[in-house]
Structures are given as structure tokens and as C-alpha cells.
């Protein structure tokens, strides 16, 4: 058995990243109103300095004020209708070769957490681990996130998972996408470079990673 880390947007999940896609769920369900929206462009301007050119990355205040469990209960409803167009099917087809080979299945990814934890469910994945949105009295604010898995943090993440289940970093199994993922990639004994981007691609062709499939 082996430890098999997957990141989403982009590997498992073709098309708008998941966030884009909540985003919008919102919008058009009136649950972002004047309140979200300022918190959200607030939040940009006053963080800007801070995280530089990820500051979209981070910025999850669109949810601030808005109640946790609702936001589940939507989100656990719309993926469990929209998520099997959503996938990409020769990682898809991995996940399940991972799963039944009995390989400790983790899904990684910058998407936030409750999103991810849907997408588990739907997957039969027992882990996940996603961005982690501050919430206070049951109801999202607009800090920063706790937890943000992308870049080095998602390789740091992944460190611990190995510790966690006794996995050695050379015997992993890590799937991403992204130039961003490269810090996880070149952490795994076996990486994957699933529909790489351009500076991905260049990487992994670089290193001799797996690629699988082209965009």
C-alpha cells in the first residue's frame, strides 16, 4: 500500500476551478450580497501587501457572514448533482486504481475545505484536505484563511501526511497540474503531471516525470 495525494482543479476536475464555479453558485443564488461583495473587495486592497500576487488566492471573504452550515448544505447538494461532469477521466481512473489497490487516497487541494469534503464523499475518499476559511459563531468571516494548501504549503502538507501514515516521501504517489504543485511533484517518489500547464510541462519533461494527458 502506498500514500496517493491528489490534487483537484485541473487534475481530477476539468474546466472553471471549483472555486469560480461556488463563486457564481452564490451570485446567481442571491447569497452574495452588498455585505460579501465589499468584504470581498476589501480584503484585496488590504492584503495586497501581504500576499503580493496571490492575494486572489487567499481572498475568501465573498463568505464572510455567511452561516457554515448553510453553506454546506448547498454545496454538499450541488456537488453530489453537478460533480460527475466535472471529472477528468484518465486521473478519475487513477484514483480507482489507488483505491483498489487498498493505497491511502488524500485529496489535496487550495479549494475550500467544505467543497473538498463533498467532493470526498463523492469520490469515497476517506481524507482531504483543503483551504481552511476562518469562521467565527458558525458563520465565515473575512480573514485570511487558517490553513491554504498551495505551493510550499501543499509540499508541507504532504510531509506530514507522509509522517502521519508512515509513508516515506519516496514511495508517495502525488497528481498535479499546476507549476504551483511543482514543490509536491518533486517531494513524491512518483510524480504525476496530469494536463500540465506550460511551466509544469517544461518541469516534468525536465525531471522525467509520468505526464498524463496535454491540455
Not at 464555479?21 to 461583495?37: E, T, V
Not at 487567499?58 to 464572510?64: D, E, R, T, V
Not at 484518465?90 to 487550495?110: C, E, F, N, Y
Not at 469520490?123 to 487558517?146: I, M, N, S, Y
Amino acid at each position: 500500500m502506498a500514500l496517493a495525494i491528489f490534487d483537484i482543479d485541473g487534475t481530477l476536475v476539468t474546466g472553471p476551478t471549483l472555486e469560480k464555479r461556488l463563486f457564481f453558485l452564490l451570485f446567481r443564488g442571491g447569497w452574495l450580497q452588498p455585505a460579501q461583495l465589499l468584504a470581498f473587495a476589501r480584503f484585496g486592497a488590504s492584503h495586497a501587501t501581504q500576499f503580493g500576487r496571490y492575494t486572489m488566492k487567499k481572498n475568501k471573504a465573498y463568505l464572510a457572514g455567511l452561516a457554515c452550515a448553510d453553506v454546506d448544505a448547498l454545496v454538499s447538494s450541488w456537488v453530489e448533482r453537478a460533480s460527475p461532469g466535472w471529472w477528468y477521466p484518465p486521473a478519475l481512473a487513477r484514483l480507482r486504481q489507488h483505491q483498489a489497490a487498498g493505497d491511502t487516497v488524500v485529496l489535496l487541494s487550495g479549494t475550500p475545505q467544505f467543497v473538498v469534503d463533498a467532493l470526498a464523499r463523492e469520490l469515497g475518499v476517506k481524507r482531504a484536505t483543503g483551504t481552511c476559511c476562518t469562521a467565527q459563531g458558525g458563520r465565515f468571516c473575512a480573514d485570511p484563511p487558517r490553513v491554504h494548501p498551495f505551493a510550499e504549503e501543499k509540499r508541507e502538507l504532504a510531509a506530514r501526511l507522509c509522517a502521519e501514515f508512515g509513508e516515506t516521501a519516496d514511495a508517495m504517489f502525488a497528481y498535479g497540474d499546476s507549476v504551483h504543485d511543482l514543490p509536491l511533484l518533486r517531494l513524491a517518489g512518483h510524480p504525476v503531471a496530469v494536463r500540465p500547464d506550460a511551466g509544469l510541462l517544461a518541469a516534468a519533461k525536465a525531471a522525467g516525470f509520468e505526464i498524463l494527458g496535454r491540455r
